[in-house]
């Protein structure tokens, strides 16, 4: 029989983990809790986000909405779980260490684990200056973003991924309809955000602003998260009536959408409803060819936090959040 190439991948996977996430469905498992990462010392948090409905999307009010916010229209979410931070360097250099999993006794993988890609060896430093120590993650390509959340199943068998647009903005509303989730004064930006007005031009330490609501820090600024949606500027127009857990899967390469707004940004940008898409130029400055699939030599303002469903799709959907299907180039 043969079999076709997803099923190989996602059969060499379960092969290697030691690991099978179980359905949590019941509401009291439903709670915060860390992941730890098994043969180090390093854990993320991440807090449960309701089930729920909210209305996605700008008002006409709002001086600063962008055509590709419109219409605003309800949108319903199934419950899931979201990082309270953006992913740090010191666990994304974990996904780019081979050696640390060969030298690990606490972590039964083999040092090269079929199906699982890394990230080519940056040329540049990718933290351009800024530093690594509790600072975000920054310049990978969203697929290098995906891969990470397939490496994590490896490590923890629990299927994470990225969020959706809709995800995102939901998570990051936490409730409000306002242009932030304190509310429309971007003055108070200060307590919540790193960005043009505050940030000295570069990142800060995960964690170190108010967090919204939810629980969730630096949703705004620091640097602008990946989603797993295309970036569509018409989107919100081709949908019709109240949608269910909407998701743009990707048919192009260019552009992914991004949502928060980063360190270099001004207020408006880092609005709950403000959207743009990824562009090739962020690759201007690398040699290879085709373009590396992994790294954004010239966007240090991308970063990303993943997300976790309480009932996790089987193994045969993985690669609809994987991203094995889509265009990288």
């Known amino acids: ?56 999307g700008s008002s006409s009010s709002d001086d600063h909405a962008q055509p590709d916010e419109f219409p605003a229209h309800r949108v319903a979410l199934d419950a899931f779980w979201m990082g309270t931070h953006e992913i740090p360097w010191e666990i994304y250099e974990l996904f780019m260490d081979k050696e640390h999993e060969a030298s690990s006794s606490e972590v039964q993988l083999p040092a090269e684990v079929d199906g699982l890609t890394r990230p080519s060896t940056p040329y540049l430093d990718m933290s351009f200056g800024m530093g690594k120590d509790k600072k975000p993650a920054l310049a990978m390509t ?28 939901y998570a990051a509303r936490a409730g409000s309809q306002s242009a932030y989730f304190f509310g429309d004064d971007p003055q108070k930006l200060e307590e919540y955000a790193w960005y043009a007005e505050n940030s000295g031009d570069i ?7 108010k967090p919204n609501p939810w629980g969730l ?56 409803a403000s959207r743009y898409g990824s562009t090739e130029n ?19 303002f991308v970063g990303f936090r993943i997300v976790r469903d309480p009932t996790p799709p089987s193994p045969e959907e993985f690669e609809r959040y994987w991203g094995e299907q889509t265009p990288t180039k």
């Open 282 to 300: 962020w690759r201007m400055r690398d040699p290879q060819f085709p373009k590396s699939i992994w790294w954004n030599t010239d966007a240090p």
């Open 1 to 56: 029989m043969i079999f076709p190439q997803f099923l190989i991948s996602i059969i060499s996977l379960l092969a290697i983990s030691p690991f099978v996430e179980k359905p949590l469905l019941s509401t009291h498992n439903f709670d915060p809790y860390q992941q730890d990462i098994p043969g180090t010392s390093l854990s993320f948090g991440l807090v449960p986000i309701p089930k729920g409905e909210f209305t996605m």
């Open 142 to 169: 969203q697929y290098g973003a995906i891969q990470f959340c397939k490496w994590l199943y490896t490590r923890t068998g629990v299927f994470y991924r990225l969020p959706t647009e809709a995800e995102w903005e």
């Open 203 to 209: 990142t800060h330490n995960i964690g170190e602003k």
């Open 217 to 272: 820090y630096d949703m705004y600024g620091n640097v602008a998260e990946w989603t797993l949606d295309q970036y569509l500027p018409h989107a919100y127009q081709d949908r019709e009536g109240a949608v269910e857990n909407p998701h743009e899967v990707a048919t192009e390469p260019y552009p992914w959408s991004l949502r928060g707004g980063s360190y270099y940004d001004q207020a408006e940008y880092l609005r709950s």
